[in-house]
Structures are given as structure tokens and as C-alpha cells.
């Protein structure tokens, strides 16, 4: 089949087709800008929320409990949930789809495995591709389950309308809480298996953590909550539930959902762009002219930066 | 050879026994070689693991079973994978492992089952079998 049959076939709401073009966007670069372009006209009308922390916290046990209330409500589900490639081997074990089994039956869910493939910031290199897809499928909500994250993957901001950080207790002093990076994406906090040890600890550190900023909060008009759970026992899921849907009302009562899909769509072209210059600039760099060039900064005749921009001038002529 | 690392494979437990040790031990060893390994877990459907290939347009399944209902669960999936349009060994292949008799992995050999692989079987084989059986499958060829 074409690609072009390929995304008839997804707008009719063929799974097969759906779970093709993932493949094809994932394997090869070409098939994904042509996808994008046939895909991109038709997306737009899916909720994406993101789940991300740290490895272990109940992730992907929280989102099963999460694709239930979704369904409840009547709500198709597309599921992308990442794990990481293995940089030594290139392979990879995904594991995250084990939690959530129950719903692979259910023709109202569409739950993909992706592998990081090189990729550092929390998601595959293919994540936005394989969102669209899902969209433009037909899901309502669109769950992407990061990989175990640390402090600094956050690209998960590029892809979610609502980002979900799932904290569990004790992994740390209140200090962790005041670091920069992870801490400063989510617009709910989640903490898991709330029924450990340093529960209570750790909602005071987070709170203390969130009122430090009050000033932000107070001029942005949301003011993230923190929802204790516990995935297994069902504790606190509904209120996550209802608290991903109030800062959906939030965002788009304010107008910060267009935002915020406007900042994504220049972060994404930003994205795309950088990775192609930086491929026409190693490409340029290899070429057998560059040898001057090189030699040039190598003996002293030229400084890095001038030939840098004698590069950037050659190659984005277009 | 096609490239490991672009070949999904879904490592399944059908049927209602627990022991997932050597389920566990093959989605290493496939994860270890540079395949991409999606493991569903014990106590899974027909229904369930044909909707996990769909899903995840897996082109290989390996499904181990100790339960002794091999001659049940693993004609359903084939049969379900052909009812949803795939067919085996063009479209997916499927290999089994566990505790099956010499004349009932036979006989799903006849079934469509690319490879019946007992207990013992050292790894290296099983990973060769499925660099050997995935440039069979269609979407392989065309590429």
C-alpha cells in the first residue's frame, strides 16, 4: 500500500494502517516528513497528556487506571508509552504495555510501545510523529508515557497539553524538590504508592517547593495541585483524573491552550530545523574542500568562529 | 541481514500459567542481540496477544507456554492472526517455546509455527532463528 492509501485507511479508522505508519515514520525519515504532510491537516482535536518521573514510581500502573476513567466516560484512547533504547546494543525490552493488557481488547484504545532510539530527552525521536497519527486516528485523548526520567528529560513540554510528573516518597531530601528541570514542567503533581513511608514529607516538600513561586502561579491563574494515589488500591485516581481535566478547562478557558500549542508548533519547526542544518553542516564539514578550512583553524590562520560563520553562510544558502 | 534494531517482537504468555521465567530469559537475550522487545506478560488471551501484534505491527511473535494447552492457545492466536488479515509467515511469524512434545510441535509445525524451541535451547539459536526468519516476511522483502 502507499502511503497516501496508508493515511485513507487511518482516516477511516483502520488500526492496521495506524500501527504501519508509526513504523514507517519510526524507521525511515523521508516516509515521516511525507507522512506528516499528508497526516498534520487532519489532527488537532486530541487532548495529549503527558506522564512522566522517575523509573519504578507507577507510571504505567497509574495510566491503566487513567485509560479506565477515560473510557468511562466515553472517550477513545491512544496510549504511546517509551522505554529506553540500549546504547550499547541498540536493542530494547518494552515493558510498559504489561500494565495496561486489560485494554488492548478494547477498540477504543490504542496502546503503542516506542524504544527511545538514541533520543535523550524522556521521549523517541518519533513521539510527535506517532501522535499525530494517533490523532488524526481518531483518539480523544492521547496519554504519552515517558521513560523513567531523572532531573533533565523534559521534552515531554514539546508533546503534552498537561503534563503529569508522578513523584513517589522517598527518593530524596526537600532539596530535590527545589532543583530545576523536571520539577519545573508539571502542571499537576502525582504522588504514588501514598500509602509508604515519607508521603507526608514529600507533599510538604513539594508544597513548599510549588508556594515558593506563588507570584508565578498567581499570574499564570493555575497553581499545580498535588494528588496523592495509590495506583493499585484505586486511592486518589479519580482525583487525578479530575484534576488533568480541570487544567484542560483551565487552558482552554484562558486562551493558554492556543498558547501553548502555538510555543510547541515554533519549538517543533525549531526542532526540525536544527536537525537539518546540523546535517548539511556535517554533511558540508566531510566534503573534501572542508580540509582547508579545518587545517586553516588547525595552524592558526583562522579562529573557530569565523569559519563557523563562512559555514553557516555556505550552508544555509538555499 | 535486516537491521536488528528495527524489527519489533512480541514475547507473549498465553494461557493461565505463571511461569515466565523462560519468557523472560529469550526477551533478554532478543533485547541483548538489538531487537526491540515488547513483553506482554503472563496470563494473556488469544484476543490479547493478536491485538499487541496488530498495535505494535510486530512482523515476529514468540509465545511460550508450561501449561500444557499449546495444542489449543497456539491454534487460536494463528487462527485470529489470519481472521485480522495476517498471514503467517508473510506478514508475522510466529515461534513457540516451552514444554511441548516432539509430535505436538509437529504438528504445529504443519500449523504454520516457524519453530518449536524445548527447553535447553541455547540462545544463540533462538536469536539466529529469528534473524533467519524475519528476511521470509514481506515487509522485509519489499524493503
Known amino acids: 500500500m502507499s502511503l497516501e492509501e496508508l493515511v485513507e485507511a487511518l482516516l477511516r479508522g483502520d488500526k492496521k494502517a495506524a500501527a504501519r505508519l508509526i513504523t514507517l515514520a519510526e524507521n525511515d525519515e523521508e516516509k515521516a516528513k511525507e507522512i506528516a504532510r499528508l497526516v498534520h491537516p487532519h489532527t488537532g482535536k486530541a487532548y495529549v497528556v503527558g506522564i512522566t518521573g522517575p523509573p519504578g514510581a507507577g507510571k504505567s500502573t497509574l495510566l491503566d487506571k487513567l485509560i479506565k476513567l477515560a473510557r468511562d466516560e466515553g472517550k477513545t484512547v491512544g496510549v504511546i508509552a517509551i522505554d529506553p533504547t540500549s546504547p550499547f546494543t541498540g536493542g530494547a525490552l518494552l515493558g510498559d504495555r504489561l500494565r495496561m493488557q486489560r485494554h488492548s481488547t478494547d477498540p477504543g484504545v490504542f496502546i503503542r510501545s516506542m524504544a527511545t532510539r538514541g533520543s535523550l530527552g524522556g521521549l523517541a525521536k518519533a513521539t510527535n510523529d506517532a501522535v499525530r497519527i494517533l490523532d488524526a486516528y481518531g483518539c480523544d485523548v492521547i496519554f504519552v508515557e515517558t521513560v523513567g526520567v531523572g532531573q533533565t528529560e523534559v521534552d515531554i513540554v514539546k508533546t503534552a497539553d498537561t503534563v503529569v510528573l508522578v513523584n513517589v516518597p522517598g527518593l530524596g531530601d526537600e532539596v530535590q524538590a527545589l532543583k530545576a528541570g523536571l520539577m519545573e514542567i508539571a502542571d499537576i503533581f502525582a504522588i504514588n504508592k501514598a500509602d509508604r513511608e515519607g508521603t507526608e514529607m514529600l507533599y510538604l516538600e513539594l508544597k513548599m517547593a510549588i508556594e515558593f513561586e506563588r507570584d508565578k502561579w498567581r499570574k499564570l491563574g493555575w497553581e499545580p495541585p498535588i494528588v496523592e494515589t495509590v495506583a493499585f488500591t484505586l486511592k486518589g485516581v479519580r482525583p487525578l483524573w479530575e484534576a488533568i481535566k480541570r487544567h484542560r478547562e483551565f487552558l482552554e478557558r484562558s486562551g493558554k491552550l492556543a498558547e501553548r500549542r502555538k510555543e510547541r508548533a515554533r519549538e517543533e519547526i525549531k526542532t526540525i530545523v536544527a536537525g537539518e542544518v546540523a546535517r548539511k553542516v556535517e554533511e558540508r564539514l566531510r566534503e573534501k574542500n572542508a580540509e582547508e578550512l579545518i587545517n586553516a583553524v588547525v595552524e592558526r590562520r583562522l579562529d573557530p568562529y569565523s569559519a563557523a560563520e563562512r559555514v553557516m553562510g555556505e550552508t544555509l544558502k538555499i | ?143
Open chain 2, 1 to 143: 541481514m535486516v537491521e536488528r534494531s528495527k524489527v519489533r517482537v512480541v514475547i507473549a504468555k498465553p494461557g493461565l500459567d505463571g511461569h515466565d521465567r523462560g519468557a523472560k530469559v529469550v526477551a533478554r537475550a532478543l533485547k541483548e542481540a538489538g531487537y526491540e522487545v515488547i513483553y506482554t506478560g503472563i496470563r494473556q488471551t488469544p484476543e490479547q496477544i493478536v491485538e499487541t501484534v496488530i498495535q505494535e505491527d510486530a512482523p515476529v511473535l514468540g509465545v511460550s507456554i508450561l501449561s500444557g494447552a499449546h495444542m489449543v492457545l497456539i491454534p487460536k492466536i494463528l487462527k485470529l492472526l489470519e481472521e485480522r488479515g495476517l498471514k503467517i509467515n508473510e506478514d508475522v511469524v510466529v515461534f513457540a517455546g516451552g514444554i511441548i512434545p516432539p509430535d505436538d510441535a509437529e504438528e504445529l509445525k504443519k500449523m504454520g509455527v516457524a519453530e518449536v524451541f524445548g527447553p535447553g535451547t541455547p540462545l544463540k539459536k533462538t536469536i539466529e532463528f529469528v534473524d533467519r526468519a524475519v528476511e521470509n516476511l514481506k515487509r522485509f522483502k519489499e524493503a
